[in-house]
């Protein structure tokens, strides 16, 4: 096949409301057996009947595979964009967008509270090859205004909620901002998942996943997202994903496809949890702030409002009793699982400062030392609110 052609995404384009597409985009029943479920193409070549003559664009699993394709049709679809792209992992599908749309001497304006792991591919990886990077306050529509070189930068990039302290970015200001500038607007949708907020209807270009998190959901399987709305930019991403090679194998595309079947249900109930939690830890004593962009007094719940459909599974809340009593909860709660991600069926509890976020002590980035950060799952919320109940003391 062509570096400019993939096999067709025309299931993506397949009406409906979201749980809909996120069970029936991109894939239709085998033609031969009905298999209802896209099968593990555990093969890395394909028959080709005569030179050239590929079977539905088929010719080698690095540049398409079908259970590939199915998951990419899914994610076009449930993101409301025009083509979808699979990657090995979240940073993967990060990397492949900047070498697609950056060169050297560019610019990227990124949130002065970006995830760790992106933070680090642009200051460590990407400003050894001249692309320069200058952090701003998602909150903030006129520092990032003020962040952008015009003529230089070429993406602004955007997360929201953000973590783990969950503040919230205007999507459709920012892509103005962006726009107004020459530039694109890239969001990681990874804390609100496609079921809660979709980018591209509000003006972003370029929608950034990690799949490890909400979208595969079960914690078995790394992977990662892109989807973009303009057909030439998806030219670019295609010969990029192919050109440089960092694609999930069918395994795993296999187990983040099933993840995202049951994506609305699973959003639903993490929120219906979180909101308990809030609630409970709202009127504990050994709370002394409770971070949710569903309160009324978190600083942009109007936007969230706007923006999102609910608020999400992710909460963050700073104990009484300092860092000693944060790291104690950590350590005493037991359906709370003690470990870094998020996004999976089962509740995570961590202490960002000296876990997820170490890295970032003693630089503007730092988060209080009081800091706690829960993943809320799915489980019995009764059983989630005794176990904080317990581990609060
Ligand atoms: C985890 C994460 C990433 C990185 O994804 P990987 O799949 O771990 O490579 C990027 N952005 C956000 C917001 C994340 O939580």
């Known amino acids: 096949m062509s570096d400019q ?100 001497g560019d610019h990227v304006v990124l949130p002065n509270d970006a995830y760790g792991g992106t933070f680090r591919l642009f200051d460590k990886v990407e ?105 030439d930019l998806a030219d670019k991403v295609t010969f990029h994903q192919n050109a440089i090679g960092a694609v999930p194998g069918p395994f795993d595309c296999f187990l983040t496809h099933r993840g995202l079947k049951t994506l609305g249900v699973r959003m639903d109930r993490h929120c219906d949890n979180a909101e308990a939690v809030v609630e409970f830890l709202a009127g504990h004593p050994g709370v002394v702030e409770v971070i949710y962009p569903g309160l009324p007094e978190h600083p942009g719940h109007a936007i969230a409002s706007r923006q999102m459909k609910r608020y999400g599974g992710m909460v963050a809340f700073r104990a009484a009793g300092g860092e000693a009593q944060a790291l104690a909860v950590c350590e005493r709660a037991e359906v709370f699982t003690l470990g870094e991600s998020l996004g999976g069926v089962e509740s995570l509890i961590e202490h960002p400062g000296r876990m997820t976020h170490a890295s970032v002590a003693g630089t503007e980035l730092e988060v209080p030392a009081d800091l706690v950060r829960l993943s809320v799952g799915i489980e019995t919320v009764d059983d989630l609110l005794a176990d904080l109940d317990r581990a609060l003391g």
């Open 5 to 104: 052609t993939q096999p067709s995404h025309r299931e993506s384009h397949l009406k409906g409301g979201f749980e809909t597409r996120a069970i029936h985009a991109g894939y239709e029943p085998d033609p031969t057996t009905g298999a209802v479920i896209p099968p593990i193409y555990a093969t890395s070549t394909y028959k080709q009947d005569g030179v050239g003559g590929l079977r539905g664009g088929y010719e080698y699993s690095r540049s398409a595979n079908p259970t590939r394709t199915a998951l990419e049709g899914a994610l076009a679809s449930v993101e409301e964009g025009e083509r979808g792209f699979a990657f090995a992992s979240g940073l993967a599908a990060e990397d492949t967008l900047v070498r697609a749309t950056c060169r050297p």
């Open 127 to 231: 400003q050894a090859w001249g692309i320069e990077h200058t952090p701003a306050p998602v909150t903030d529509v006129d520092a990032v205004r003020a962040a952008i070189r015009p003529g230089q930068t070429r993406l602004v990039w955007l997360e929201t909620p953000t973590n783990p302290l969950l503040n919230i970015g205007d999507i459709e200001a920012l892509a103005a901002v962006a726009h107004d500038a020459g530039a694109l607007l890239v969001v990681d949708n990874t804390f609100a998942s496609p079921y809660l907020q979709q980018p591209l209807v509000l003006g972003a270009d370029v929608v950034v996943h990690s799949t490890t998190k909400y979208v595969g959901g079960h914690s078995d399987v790394v992977g990662g997202a892109l989807v973009v709305r303009d057909l």
